[in-house]
């Protein structure tokens, strides 16, 4: 049986929420649990400790010992010794005194948290997120990703007495704007914030700016095609944070000093806002490969390797099927237009083509396009249901193959979505016309694929048919493009093989239009050549040849001994026309002089069915 990529439902979406909030609840509270970490009075601390921004009373030397209500936020790096005359020590220990040990309640509470949030994003991406986040890999990598992030944000935290807004939380919303989509990435960034701050019992500032910079980088992420603006949207989206960082500030305490920020380097926010957003880009840049594929894509790189012609599997199909080959190849063409023109993956779709029919390999002459001129059909011989199993049946071979060759699962899923769930109509009316003596029925002469799940493999799908199709097409012309276009989509529609592509009317549309003119152009007109006018061979050799032939050159007359007469139809251009495919050939009437050797009379006489000496120009005296 053909096994597929599986979607998340709501019991699967019930199960990763579950172990994310457990896995997110061991990593907020497994220091507390270590008795050698809990911070004393008189001795090194073992880790770093920070108290959450916020209002606190202090008394202030400045006057006169008053009490002074002021935000502050504290960080005392490992390896302090922990003074009961420093305040900030004295705050450091009385806060971890009420999270040391942790007491059920608060953990419980931590995991409804985490348990709420995973519960939106997994609702989101089954009910609104696009085909591609509803797969089940898609989030479990996701999920994957989310917690692998939380873990370097705790460490930050932990190990370092930098600033919490250097963690580099931005590079995940960047890798699922890279690989998934931006909407799908603006969610991620919201449950980031959440879970970040929760580390420092929900801080608001730092909730903030994580939220802000993760949304601006992804925003500024503008061009996919090329990873390396990851950079740029890291560093602006840094700048955003330190805008907004300053302004709270300002809204909280009243003012903020800029350059007395900035003279501490080690210690400056503005620095940790905008180098967090820079070292997240940088991050985002270097692991964005590993980052493409733990979320279920193809990274850039490996789909341009795909392309390449000297792949072993395509050539296998170049040498076992080169007419599916060739078919393959134009619609490659054909389809990258296509999504380029509506914002789809047009590299992911490139590749897709080029493999989608590998499975035609296996059985090379069950396929028209695979015989040579003249040879028989080996469907002539079979039953119709013999014949669609053996058709049908490149859509299984072709997905055995790609997996076995190491080929990714996005480009193997157009293997077998790319005819979807249709009937093979050809050979169930054949059985029909028959008188159906076994009782078949349509289940008997259908794909056993799957619908198209994206754009880009039902955007296959449909030029697979309209490819196909345009060969039949004559004279070449955009309207009859267009209307043949239109109606393999709307057949697609009517067959409820687009329902989950996520393509809409607007799509659709732009679909027609693009492919009608990449069409037109395949086929443009070219002028013919000399030799190419078949009327221009037949007065060559109207006259016949004196003697024996030694040569089947014949010589070209002279013209310049003839002065220019009148015109001769026979001897003007004949207009440009498109070569009609084999397919199109004409069955009857003289073949064309580029669909057969020139036969040149010896004899003074035509053979039947060639130009007879009534239809000859006449000679001149």
Not at 128 to 140: C, I, Y
Not at 272 to 290: E, H, K, M, P, Q
Request: net charge neutral.
């Amino acid at each position: 049986m053909l096994r597929t990529r599986i979607r998340a439902g709501v019991v699967a979406g019930i199960a990763l929420s579950v172990l994310f909030a457990l896995a997110l609840l061991v990593l907020q509270s497994f220091d507390l649990f270590v008795e050698g970490w809990a911070p004393t009075l008189g001795e090194a601390t073992q880790v770093t400790f920070r108290v959450p921004y916020g209002p606190r009373i202090v008394r202030s030397d400045k006057r006169g010992s008053a009490l002074v209500y002021e935000h502050t936020r504290i960080i005392v790096p490992t390896g302090t010794v922990l003074s009961e005359q420093n305040d900030d020590h004295r705050a450091v220990v009385a806060f971890e005194s009420i999270r040391h040990p942790p007491r059920a309640s608060r953990l419980l509470g931590y995991f409804v948290i985490n348990f709420t949030l995973a519960m939106l994003l997994t609702a989101y991406l089954r009910r609104f997120g696009q085909n591609r986040v509803r797969l089940l890999r898609t989030q479990v990598g996701l999920f994957v990703a989310m917690f692998l992030m939380m873990v370097l944000a705790k460490v930050v935290l932990l190990f370092t007495s930098l600033p919490e807004f250097w963690i580099p939380v931005a590079a995940l919303p960047l890798w699922v704007s890279l690989a998934l989509d931006r909407r799908t990435a603006l969610l991620v960034s919201l449950v980031l914030a959440f879970v970040a701050s929760s580390f420092l019992r929900f801080d608001l500032m730092l909730l903030t700016v994580v939220l802000v910079r993760g949304m601006a980088a992804s925003l500024l992420f503008l061009d996919r095609k090329h990873p390396r603006q990851m950079v740029p949207a890291g560093a602006l989206a840094g700048l955003f944070a330190c805008g907004l960082f300053s302004a709270i500030t300002v809204v909280f305490e009243g003012s903020f000093d800029v350059l007395g920020d900035l003279a501490h380097p080690a210690n400056s926010m503005l620095l940790a806002n905008f180098g967090g957003g820079l070292v997240a880009g940088t991050i985002a840049l270097l692991l964005r490969d590993g980052a493409e594929r733990l979320l279920g894509a193809v990274p850039r790189d490996q789909l341009l390797d795909l392309t390449d012609l000297e792949q072993p599997l395509l050539q296998k199909m170049a040498h076992e099927a080169p007419g599916s080959w060739e078919h393959a190849r134009a619609m490659a063409n054909l389809a990258e237009a296509a999504a380029s023109a509506i914002g789809a993956d047009a590299l992911l779709t490139r590749v897709g083509a080029y493999y989608h029919d590998l499975g035609k390999t296996v059985q090379p002459k069950y396929f028209v396009e695979n015989l040579a001129p003249g040879e028989t059909s080996p469907h002539d011989d079979l039953e119709p249901e013999v014949s669609a199993d053996a058709i049908m049946a490149h859509v299984v071979s072709g997905t055995k193959i790609l997996r076995e060759g190491g080929i990714p699962e996005p480009v193997v899923e157009f293997a077998y979505t790319h005819h979807g769930t249709q009937v093979v109509e050809y050979f169930w009316h054949k059985c029909l016309d028959a008188g159906n003596p076994k009782g078949l029925t349509e289940a008997h002469f259908r794909y056993p694929g799957m619908k198209p799940q994206t754009k880009e493999t039902a955007i296959l799908m449909l030029v697979d048919s309209i490819e196909a199709a345009s060969r039949t097409i004559d004279p070449p012309e955009r309207d009859k493009f267009e209307e043949m276009i239109q109606r393999i989509i709307f057949t697609k529609l009517r067959s409820g093989q687009l329902d989950n592509s996520g393509l809409t009317i607007a799509d659709l549309r732009t679909l027609v239009v693009r492919m009608s003119d990449t069409l037109v152009n395949m086929f443009h007109h070219r002028i013919r050549y000399p030799w190419q006018d078949e009327r221009r061979i037949v007065t060559h050799f109207t006259t016949p040849l004196p003697g024996p032939v030694s040569s089947l050159a014949a010589p070209r007359p002279s013209t310049d001994s003839q002065p220019p007469g009148p015109a001769d139809p026979l001897l003007e251009p004949v207009p440009s026309r498109p070569s009609p495919s084999s397919s199109e050939r004409p069955t009857s009437g003289p073949p064309s002089i580029a669909a057969r050797p020139l036969s040149i009379p010896l004899s003074g006489s035509f053979p039947p069915g060639e130009v007879t000496p009534e239809s000859a120009p006449p000679k001149k005296s």
